[in-house]
């Protein structure tokens, strides 16, 4: 289930000093009285049971990686050997179409087999963009919003064949970019390649960027337009891959041991010494980083570390709050966690699992742009339940279908996907 804003780029290569992993960090304001809320105690409000009965429409067919836009829910049928059909529709396991109002069936495209096999990364601009999987290859595919096809990559291309392939890694104003990197325009041709691993764009650049950022034995800023090279940072002989960029600075980890800031072809600075290192996400300028052993808030423009704290699980940041599902296993149970953006301070803390057997936990969060206080967490627990969480950290609703639950999506219906097919209720 479950993105990222501005700064002075002069102002920032003026003030910027290389920063060490040993230097000055915050310390995260202390947990020990935190609160843990289980919804299964008297700790916490009683949650209302979510009815399902109660919807507003239903697709009689379960879906998954579903997303909601230009009014329509997009998303994968789910072709499951233990799903029991005994509807009138014919499971296809491809890419579908539903009104997002009246859950009206628009289209289906293509279909695969229960198993490793379908389609994914769905990706929603002018078109819908998806990678289609197998046992053996990843190749993309546009459809447009009719249900046609508007063109596919190969399976499988010869030097021969003038045709394309890779994995899908974006798509923005009718040009989508494939790991190569390889830019295909509305009509399937390749408007221009270079080599590289990874591509971002400036979350500060409007709809329709100039400039993309790609990492892999150096880093380039590529003019979308014809893929001339704006400028280039080389760095040592490491696999570089660009994570976010905002307002000209490419955030990049090397070897997933250093993150480096670059700007303008040049380092703005480096950060060392961590091991197995994730980028979660930037926001507010600040860049939330992850190794093998905690979490780290660097400031995007400095590269001080703000603050480090142990911090596991599925991790997202919304609204200056970094969210936290951790998987629980026997004897620990799973938890979802609050904690401030600025100085790490842990919020709130609730127990969602039983801690008698390994789960997994996954989450949505909807209210983005309605401050912290309208947030509502989402968290699935396996296949079996759902809660929704408060900004407070009281669970204030919960699930637990007769069958298996596959995906949660929030829009202006909240849509639950399982066995049964997709239910759109109305806001809780």
Same mark, same amino acid.
């Given at each position: 289930?479950?993105?990222?804003?501005?700064?002075?780029?002069?102002?920032?290569?003026?003030?910027?000093?290389?920063?060490?992993? /040993?230097?000055?960090?915050?310390?995260?304001?202390?947990?020990?009285?935190?609160?843990?809320?289980?919804?299964?105690?008297?700790?916490?409000?009683?949650?209302?049971?979510?009815?399902?009965?109660?919807?507003?429409?239903?697709?009689?067919i379960p879906g998954?990686?579903?997303?909601?836009?230009?009014?329509?829910?997009?998303?994968?049928?789910?072709?499951?050997?233990?799903?029991?059909?005994?509807?009138?529709w014919e499971i296809?396991?491809?890419?579908?179409?539903?009104?997002?109002?009246?859950?009206?069936?628009?289209?289906?495209?293509?279909?695969?087999?229960?198993?490793?096999?379908?389609?994914?990364? !769905?990706?929603?601009?002018?078109?819908?963009?998806?990678?289609?999987?197998?046992?053996?290859?990843?190749?993309?595919?546009?459809?447009?919003?009719?249900?046609?096809?508007?063109?596919?990559? *190969?399976?499988?291309?010869?030097?021969?064949?003038?045709?394309?392939?890779?994995? =899908?890694?974006? &798509?923005?104003?009718?040009?989508?970019?494939?790991?190569?990197?390889?830019?295909?325009?509305?009509?399937?041709?390749?408007?221009?390649?270079?080599?590289?691993?990874?591509?971002?764009?400036?979350?500060? &650049?409007?709809?329709?960027?100039?400039? &993309?950022?790609?990492?892999?034995?150096?880093?380039?800023?590529?003019?979308?337009?014809?893929?001339?090279?704006?400028?280039?940072?080389?760095?040592? !002989?490491?696999?570089?891959?660009?994570?976010?960029?905002?307002d000209g600075v490419?955030?990049?980890?090397?070897?997933?041991?250093?993150?480096?800031?670059?700007?303008?072809?040049? &380092?703005?600075?480096?950060?060392?010494?961590?091991?197995?290192?994730?980028?979660?996400?930037?926001?507010?300028?600040?860049?939330?980083?992850?190794? /093998?052993?905690?979490?780290?808030?660097?400031?995007?423009?400095?590269?001080?570390?703000?603050?480090?704290?142990?911090?596991?699980?599925?991790?997202?940041?919304?609204?200056?709050?970094?969210?936290?599902?951790?998987?629980?296993?026997?004897?620990?149970?799973?938890?979802?966690?609050?904690?401030?953006?600025?100085?790490?301070?842990?919020?709130?803390?609730?127990?969602?699992?039983?801690?008698?057997?390994?789960?997994?936990? *996954?989450?949505?969060?909807?209210?983005?742009?309605?401050?912290?206080?309208?947030?509502?967490?989402?968290?699935?627990?396996?296949?079996?339940?759902?809660?929704?969480?408060?900004?407070?950290?009281?669970?204030?609703?919960? =699930?637990?279908?007769?069958?298996?639950?596959?995906?949660? /999506?929030?829009?202006?219906?909240?849509?639950?996907?399982?066995?049964?097919?997709?239910?759109?209720?109305?806001?809780?």
């Open positions: 289930m479950l993105v990222a804003e501005s700064m002075n780029r002069r102002a920032l290569l003026a003030a910027a000093t290389t920063a060490g992993i /040993a230097g000055c960090v915050g310390t995260p304001k202390s947990n020990t009285n935190t609160p843990v809320k289980n919804p299964e105690s008297g700790n916490v409000n009683a949650a209302s049971k979510i009815d399902l009965s109660e919807y507003t429409w239903k697709h009689e998954e990686d579903m997303v909601v836009s230009e009014g329509r829910v997009f998303g994968q049928e789910v072709n499951s050997r233990s799903i029991q059909n005994e509807s009138e296809s396991g491809g890419v579908f179409s539903l009104n997002a109002r009246t859950g009206d069936h628009q289209w289906t495209y293509g279909s695969s087999h229960a198993g490793m096999s379908g389609f994914r990364t !769905p990706i929603v601009t002018d078109a819908v963009y998806v990678n289609k999987v197998n046992d053996v290859a990843t190749w993309p595919i546009a459809i447009e919003f009719n249900g046609t096809e508007r063109w596919a990559g *190969s399976e499988s291309p010869s030097e021969t064949e003038d045709v394309f392939s890779g994995q =899908l890694l974006d &798509a923005t104003y009718g040009v989508a970019y494939l790991s190569g990197i390889n830019a295909v325009d509305a009509a399937g041709d390749v408007l221009w390649s270079y080599p590289g691993t990874s591509v971002q764009f400036d979350s500060t &650049a409007g709809e329709r960027p100039e400039t &993309a950022y790609s990492a892999g034995e150096e880093v380039v800023a590529l003019d979308t337009a014809d893929g001339s090279v704006r400028w280039r940072y080389e760095h040592e !002989p490491e696999r570089s891959v660009v994570h976010a960029v905002s490419a955030y990049v980890t090397a070897d997933r041991e250093s993150i480096i800031a670059v700007v303008d072809g040049n &380092a703005l600075w480096r950060q060392d010494s961590l091991s197995r290192m994730a980028v979660l996400g930037f926001e507010s300028d600040t860049l939330l980083v992850s190794d /093998a052993s905690q979490v780290y808030a660097f400031d995007g423009r400095t590269g001080e570390k703000q603050w480090a704290r142990k911090m596991e699980g599925d991790i997202q940041i919304h609204n200056n709050r970094v969210y936290a599902a951790k998987t629980g296993s026997i004897g620990q149970p799973s938890t979802v966690s609050a904690f401030a953006l600025d100085d790490g301070a842990e919020i709130w803390r609730i127990e969602v699992g039983d801690a008698e057997e390994y789960e997994h936990l *996954s989450m949505e969060i909807s209210g983005n742009d309605r401050g912290v206080a309208e947030q509502s967490l989402f968290v699935q627990i396996e296949n079996r339940k759902l809660h929704r969480i408060n900004s407070e950290g009281e669970v204030t609703h919960t =699930l637990t279908p007769e069958n298996a639950l596959h995906d949660v /999506a929030v829009d202006d219906h909240i849509l639950i996907s399982t066995d049964s097919g997709i239910y759109a209720l109305d806001s809780l």
